[in-house]
Structure formats: structure tokens, C-alpha cells
């Protein structure tokens, strides 16, 4: 499984109130992209370019279902893994899937992190590729 990486602007975004991660909250959804993400640099969905839509791929990505919860003061995300299919064709290449926020408008499509394949993927007719977020997407201790 690839191992989940934050942007650092998520950090400030948490603490400003940006993101609401509970389920009857904000949306988050998860985008594919061949760009590689800059962790100090690229703060909202139009500093990384996602792969055209196409074949069974949607523009915007998917919604992962979030949750938050927190006990003993750690604080767990969680949501659906992503299944993306393709159809009629193929879709990519990619190599990263990328976690932003649907919801904010300023700062608009706020990213929260990723994760690296560590080499391009494409996803040819009748192929699927599955965003695992195993127990949970992030934990905030």
C-alpha cells in the first residue's frame, strides 16, 4: 500500500478552520494526477494537475465518504476506499491519488495530502484501481 503524505499547508488549514472532516461536514474526494506533488508548494487543486477526464475517470475525482471521530485525544479520519474503472477506453497515466477539499471557497479545493504508486499506472478498458486508505486516511495526535 502506498504510504499517505501531507501537504504542509494542511497543517495551517486545520488550525484556521478550513476543513470540516466529520461526515455532515465538508466533502472530500480524492483526484489522480502524473504530476509530482511539492509538499511545501502546492496548496490547493490547481497547483497539481489532475489527468483528463475520460473512460470511466470523473473530473474532480471521488468523494471518499469522510468521517472524523476522535478518542484520547487522537483524532482518526476515515472513509471508503475509491474504485475507479475504466470503461470504453483506458484512462492515465498516473502515479500519485490526491486528497483535497470539495467544499471551502477560500481557499478553494484546499489539498491534504497523497500518495505515490512509485511509477506511472494506466488503467486500460475493463481495468480498476483502488485508492486503499486502509483503517484510516490520516491520524492527528
Not at 494537475?49 to 471518499?64: C, F, L
Not at 478518542?71 to 483535497?100: I, M, N, W
Amino acid at each position: 500500500m502506498a504510504i499517505f503524505n501531507k501537504f504542509q499547508t494542511f497543517a495551517g488549514d486545520v488550525g484556521k478552520k478550513v476543513h470540516d472532516l466529520q461526515a455532515a461536514g465538508d466533502e472530500l474526494k480524492v483526484y489522480l494526477s502524473n504530476a509530482a506533488p511539492d509538499a511545501a508548494l502546492d496548496s490547493v487543486k490547481a497547483d497539481l494537475a489532475e489527468i483528463t477526464a475520460q473512460n470511466g475517470y470523473p473530473s474532480g475525482g471521488a468523494d471518499v465518504q469522510n468521517d472524523f471521530s476522535e478518542s484520547a485525544g487522537v483524532g482518526s479520519l476515515t472513509g471508503v476506499d475509491v474504485v475507479f474503472t475504466a470503461s470504453g477506453g483506458s484512462f492515465g497515466p498516473f502515479q500519485y491519488a490526491v486528497l483535497y477539499n470539495d467544499t471551502p471557497t477560500s481557499p478553494a479545493d484546499p489539498l491534504i495530502g497523497w500518495w505515490d504508486y512509485g511509477s506511472a499506472v494506466t488503467c486500460n478498458d475493463g481495468e480498476t484501481f483502488t485508492v486503499d486508505f486502509g483503517a484510516t486516511i490520516l491520524t492527528i495526535t
